[in-house]
């Protein structure tokens, strides 16, 4: 059994930027890995402590296991002087912040730091702290990134919300917009930047940032864990070429079970999460310890492609992720069997649901050992709120035929609850992945896209695409459209039928593929289109 070598990941694959290394394989920047401080803390930091962090981020030998950033959170805020000129809290940080991140840089790691998007900080709004009045990014956008990365040195800024959307109702892409061209226009450094805003903000992040949160803040409890892995399931097509959904900082070492830390951490490696460590490194359990210094999950959260798993079936309560490792389309594959339920969950997941065949290895990621190989389904029990990590490697990859809405990039989505009818992933009883895509279509922009559609070879497919049968209310019914384009050559269908709640209807058509990738697309650009449950391709045969 090919055992996965935790071979120096950051090494191999911390490159640039995207890099095209040849049509299957690609180098990008991999999730960040580090602590913050506020899981632990809250505004109450200073000087000593983020010394002693970064000490013990070395004396734990995490910083061998790859984590590198010590990140300042809110709490290091003094005021705002009469030139506008930031300056420390005066008792927790009387020395300033430039003598902390030289002191990190010293170590070998990397130094980071927060701010807010307005005025106020969400620490002055929730933590009482008066400091963080007048001491937002808002107006100072410029003074401030010189300040941070080219006074004091720091590699990567968070930027929080709070005064921007509680007090000053800021548009977020317009805001974020211009924050970030400041901080471009003071350095050319390569500073690692993400977006709080405690959902996903739209697909304009990927520009702005390496990472953007998903979800409110995380607290050290299971449905804390199982709500941001709820939120994360279908925001897998918004992630990619080292731009990463955050699931917020960890909370291992923090009071949950060992099960659930393994949960906790083995999902957030599996989606490509930033790996922040949010408890005090000084006395962190041992066993939280070794599960976070764990080399086969953080060689799966670090891998050189730096996809998110997505999901491919439900099995009972679980769910069934899956993405490619080291090479796309290879026969490298990562599992994870998640079991958020509070009753055992029995797992069988033919191999071909995995687009693999023939002998496949299996290898347990958590446990770091090898099972037995198998030949046709995947069998697993998997206990209540378990997870299992699985690495595949299978004789062959196949051909994929089923594509899910659960995939699909949703070109106008958001979470930011703004718009009434914004596109949307939704439960549909009846739909094959229990999701449908809803709302599609009205204007042109507001598509569904599936952009890895693969053929093995090019020529005619059959497509069944099988949507929701719309209700009959008025002359809705008629207006529906649908628009597919196939690499840019549109089919039109209309004269949907109308059906039953809970079930799904089917039309079919004939498309042609290129050998490779295609992109396929789903929208309408005057009226809605149906609800989209998915679409399954078959080769014809001439
Ligand atoms: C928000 C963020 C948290 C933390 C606090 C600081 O709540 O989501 O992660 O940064 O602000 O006040």
Redo the contacts with the bound molecule.
């Keep these: 059994m090919k055992i996965i070598k935790s071979k120096h990941l950051i090494t191999a694959c911390f490159a640039v930027s995207t890099l095209s290394v040849s049509a299957h394989k690609k180098i990008v920047e991999t999730p960040i890995m580090g602590w913050s401080s ?1 899981n632990t803390y ?2 109450n930091i200073n000087d000593e402590l983020i010394r002693k962090q970064a000490d013990a981020m070395v004396s734990t030998g995490l910083k061998n296991s790859g984590y590198s950033y010590v990140n300042i ?2 709490g290091f805020f003094g005021w705002r002087d009469e030139n506008g000129l930031l300056h420390t809290h005066p008792e927790r940080f009387p020395n300033g912040l430039k003598d902390i991140s030289d002191y990190i840089h010293s170590l070998g790691l990397k130094a980071g730091i ?1 701010s807010e998007a307005g005025a106020n ?3 002055s709004l ?2 009482a702290d008066k400091n963080g009045i007048g001491v937002g990014l808002y107006g100072f956008e410029h003074q401030d990134a010189d300040l941070f990365f080219n006074k004091w040195g720091f590699d990567f800024i ?1 930027i ?1 919300y ?1 005064g921007a959307g509680q007090q000053l109702e800021l548009d977020e892409k317009e805001r974020y917009t211009s924050i970030v061209k400041a901080i471009r226009s003071v350095s050319n450094r390569n500073i690692s930047v993400n977006i ?1 805003r ?1 959902a996903y903000p739209g697909t304009w992040v990927r520009d702005l940032a390496r990472s953007w ?1 998903i979800s409110s ?1 995380i607290s050290a409890n299971w449905n804390s864990v199982k709500h941001i892995i709820s939120k994360n399931m279908y925001l897998s097509a918004f992630a990619g070429d080292g731009h990463y959904n955050d699931m ?2 960890l909370e291992i070492g923090r009071g949950m079970s060992r099960a659930e830390e393994e949960t906790h951490f083995g999902m957030w490696c599996i989606m490509s999460s930033p790996l922040l460590i949010g408890c005090d490194l000084t006395s962190i359990p041992e066993s939280s310890l070794s599960l976070l210094k764990n080399k086969e999950l953080i060689a799966l959260n670090q891998d050189c492609l730096g996809l998110q798993a997505y999901i491919v079936a439900r099995c009972g309560e679980g769910y069934v992720f899956v993405k490619d490792l080291e090479e796309k389309r290879g026969k490298i594959r990562a599992v994870a069997l998640y079991n958020p339920s509070d009753e055992v969950c029995s797992f069988s997941v033919p191999l071909s649901v995995l687009e693999l065949s023939g002998k496949t290895k299996v290898r347990d990621l958590i446990n770091m050992k090898d099972e037995n190989s198998v030949k046709d389904n995947l069998k697993f029990d998997v206990q209540p709120h378990g997870v299992k990590i699985l690495k595949l490697e299978g004789e062959n990859r196949l051909e994929p035929s089923v594509y899910e809405a659960e995939r699909a990039y949703l070109n106008m989505y958001d979470d930011l609850a703004k718009r009434k009818r914004g596109i949307v992933a939704m439960p549909y009883h009846g739909a094959s992945g229990g999701m449908i895509v809803s709302n599609i279509g009205g204007q042109k922009d507001n598509y569904a896209e599936w952009r890895e559609v693969y053929s093995e070879n090019g020529g005619k497919y059959k497509m069944t695409v099988y949507y929701v049968p719309i209700e009959e209310k008025g002359r809705e019914i008629n207006d529906r459209r649908l628009e597919i384009s196939v690499n840019g050559n549109m089919v039109i269908l209309s004269d949907f039928e109308s059906g039953n709640t809970g079930t799904v209807l089917s039309r079919e058509i004939t498309v042609d593929l290129m050998k490779g990738y295609n992109v396929i697309r789903m929208g309408s650009r005057y009226t809605w289109s149906p609800d989209i449950d998915r679409f399954v391709l078959e080769p014809c045969n001439e």
């Design positions: 506020w809250r505004v959170d809110d927060y900080t969400c620490g929730w933590d968070k929080d709070c709080c405690w949160r803040d917020d900082m």
